[in-house]
């Protein structure tokens, strides 16, 4: 067992979080470099993407990033050529977490097959295939930490939100499935499945007065949750304290989940 000071620390160790311009990863993307973590992050938007790592400089955080779109293989594989020689071919944590609504909360019977592959590939085979390209570095690492970006979706059914909800779903089979195949590698992975966030994912709730209320009725603390609130759990999840927990799906969503009524 390892002391205590060491169990609350990941200084000097490396990340890749994916989607962190901005909301939830955004979070993580600092929470985590604010534990001594050297963070190197990707997003779609070249703008947006600069200005967050500005910032990030500004507060004197190890924070790099270049452009990726998860969706595209070859992308993919060029990211992790870069993880590669960045980090000298070893990972401690990658946090799959860029992903989407897709064309929004629509009938499944109005989803076109163009649709339906872009969410997929967006929110469920880039967690895939960046984590099984990640595997030999996080293997090296000898202290590996993959976290999933679930949702309640992914355990709860929603109108409207079919295809989103099978994506986090699968998400979180594929964290215990991973889970149980890479802990002789010393690898531990997780899911963190949140609730209604106020990022630009919750604006299309919020959209929706009825959709809204119905919605925040469900809440026992009658709130939406803030980025941070998801980062510190991952941030939790990714440290020596949590060495013993791999394989779990952990709600950060207010009693959302808890609540029958
Ligand atoms: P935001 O839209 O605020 O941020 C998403 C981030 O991911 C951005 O940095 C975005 O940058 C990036 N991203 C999106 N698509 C891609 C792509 N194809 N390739 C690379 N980067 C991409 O969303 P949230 O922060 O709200 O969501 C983050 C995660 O949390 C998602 O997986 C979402 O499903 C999950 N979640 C969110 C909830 C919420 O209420 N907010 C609730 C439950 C789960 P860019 O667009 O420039 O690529």
């Not at 799959?96 to 469920?124: C, D, R």
Request: hydrophobic share 40%; glycine share 10%; charged share 20%.
């Amino acid at each position: 067992m390892v002391d205590r000071e060491e169990r609350w620390s990941m200084q000097g160790a490396t990340a890749l979080v994916t989607g962190g311009s901005k909301g939830i990863g955004r979070a993580i993307v600092e929470e985590l470099a604010r534990f001594g973590v050297a963070v190197h992050t990707c997003s779609r938007n070249e703008e947006e993407l600069n200005t967050m790592l500005n910032q990030c400089k500004l507060m004197n955080l190890r924070v790099t990033g270049s452009i990726c779109d998860v969706s595209n293989r070859s992308q993919r594989e060029e990211l992790m050529d870069k993880i590669r020689t960045i980090f000298n071919g070893k990972l401690d944590i990658l946090v799959n977490n860029a992903g989407g609504i897709g064309p929004g909360w629509i009938p499944v019977t109005q989803y076109t097959s163009e649709e339906y592959s872009n969410l997929m590939a967006t929110n469920f085979d880039s967690c895939f295939h960046l984590t099984q390209l990640a595997h030999p570095f996080l293997k090296a690492s000898g202290r590996g930490s993959v976290v999933f970006i679930s949702s309640i979706a992914g355990s709860q059914g929603f109108p409207g939100s079919v295809v989103y909800s099978s994506t986090k779903g699968a998400m979180n089979q594929l964290a215990r499935a991973l889970a149980c195949e890479w802990a002789g590698d010393m690898i531990r992975v997780n899911c963190v499945a949140p609730g209604v966030v106020n990022t630009i994912i919750a604006e299309s709730v919020t959209q929706n007065e009825d959709f809204h209320k119905q919605i925040m009725s469900r809440i026992p603390l009658r709130r939406f949750g803030e980025p941070k609130e998801v980062a510190s759990m991952v941030a939790f999840l990714c440290l020596p304290a949590a060495a013993f927990i791999t394989g779990a799906v952990i709600n950060v969503d207010g009693g959302h989940t808890a609540n029958l009524s």
